[in-house]
């Protein structure tokens, strides 16, 4: 492959990630919109969100034992293509029922993109360059928090809920006509794949080094996604933002890991992906504590915190997934990849469950106990180094 065609492989797939991330983000951002429209209460609300990541994790979970069986190129134009659509029935939905079942397709079919695009990269991308792949890949997370979501939030405002949908759908039509031309045939893996859904599943659980893999993505997601759906309602209540200023966090906070992210490749590629995760679980204590202790600095000074979170907390995924990406054969990297994404989507909510346990609300609206979640997220870290030091390098 020409380095033209791999920087649009590269581009098309970023992009894949980048309106997947967006198509999941921008509900929670939505609810005062859709409670006041749909005549909903926040707990209809929060099943409408937690349905796209239960969908997701199911589909992954049965994908990982399928999802060698094809064409790379095709089984991602065809989950693409559900995609779009889940994201259009969500635009035309016109009651809850409608709305949730637009979000379990967008679910379903957004819950295995991630590790396509990721064994995409792992297949097509030699090992000594794909660190580097895949921290531009993974901007897609960057860009979702700099300009998806803010300009989800606008259209929303001027133009109503159903906007920011619409105008997902019609991205997504056009990238899956861009990727028809950017993504190549994806098929090497094709030459030995077994044929029987509990062989497929018995060849992936058997090997410990795949478990190792996936245990350190569950770790990373317990120690993140344990302190960061909190982050916005305790910086309200507890520090005091006013609720228009937590756009600036996250356009701050992403805008910093675009920068960010080709840099942690680069030093992925350059002092492998274990060391490199090693170190920026360390260096993510310290953003990790300094939100979680919820520290009334006015908002420049929480600008700054949410860079040093951003940057170092979501930029451990990128030395993770390659990592992941490499502790396996060509052969069985869909189906360890869409196991992963499982893994993650499981780990995610559990972690967002047990942390919302934990915290308490006074009778001022103000959090208590979250400074012993950053404590308990730091102990996951610590542990996902230990992990990640016995997973094996295999292709």
Known sequence: MTDRREMLLLLAL?????????????????????????????GQFGLLVSSYSLAAGVSALLASSQADRFDRRHALLFCYAGLTVG???CALAGSFASLLAARIVAGVFGGVLGSITL?????VIPLERRGRAMSWVMLGFSLSAVAGVPLGLWLAAHQGWRMPFYVLAGVCALLWLLMTRAVPPVRDHLARTPGGWLANYRELLSDRNHWWAVGLTALLMVSGFSVIPFIAPTMVANVGLAPEQLMYIYLAGGAATIFTRPVIGRLTDRYTPRRVVGWLIVLSFLPIVLVTQTLAVGLSGQLAIAVLFFVFVSGRFIPATTQVTAATRPELRGRLMAFNSAVQNFASGIASLAAGMVLTQDSHGVWHRYGWVGLASCAAGVLAIWVAGKIRTVS
Do not use: E
């Not at 894949?16 to 926040?42: G, W």
């Not at 064994?119 to 297949?123: R, S």
């Open 14 to 42: 970023m992009l894949v990630m980048f309106t997947t991330i967006v198509d999941f983000m921008i509900m929670m951002p939505l609810a005062s919109y859709l409670i006041a429209d749909l005549r909903i209460s926040t």
């Open 87 to 89: 994201t259009l029935l």
């Open 119 to 123: 064994a995409i990269v792992g297949d």
